[in-house]
């Protein structure tokens, strides 16, 4: 009897989890609902509306609005989905090879105005919900992306990236740490060799290693006659 009892629970508690997914589910459409709602030309918090469009491929709609005091795009995808990402996306055109695109990427994310503690990033990662953390620098731009299923942890996240990527501290330190910087190669031994080290400087000279990644600069220098080496990922 007591067999039978339990597995009768077992099967009520299936019954009432499932349920509560169909009706999750069922709720969340309104996201796509309510973004339908907006019209070109509304204001948003700060915020122009300039395009509404069902993506139906993608099971989306995609608002694409414009900050009124900056001038900023700003791209929102309303969809079922139990992850919430956000990403700032920056151009980012290199003028020559020396990499500083890849540089800033990193040094932007060692503190900023409201957090400014050594390497606030990586302290989150530890302290965060998440399921995605990271920046990438690619040929032309520079995004820093993250995702999370908890709306609180989203808000941390939110205020993290935008004083990390539009208040950073810019220490000289950090670009010594995270750029290049001539160093002994024994640190306790001032008489030793010089040589090159850095976060960004030790990154690319893994990359070079790799076959495939040779091959592709050598391609595109023969296509277009030059390549700005900068695309990595935090």
Known sequence: MFRQTKSALGKLRQLSFNAQQRTWRLNSSSAKERACQYRPGQKIHGFTVREVVEVPDLFLTAVKL??????AQHLHAARDDSNNL????LRTTPMDSTGVPHILEHTVLCGSKKFPCRDPFFKMLNRSLSTFMNAFTASDYTMYPFSTQNRKDFQNLLSVYLDAVFFP??????????????ENETATDLNSPLVFKGVVFNEMKGAFVRLRYFIFIATIERIQGFFFCTFRQL
């Not at 501290?169 to 001539?182: A, V």
């Open 66 to 71: 414009t900050h009124d005091a900056t001038g």
């Open 86 to 89: 956000f990403s700032v996306q």
């Open 169 to 182: 501290c810019l220490r000289e330190q950090d670009f010594w740490q995270e750029g290049w910087r001539l």
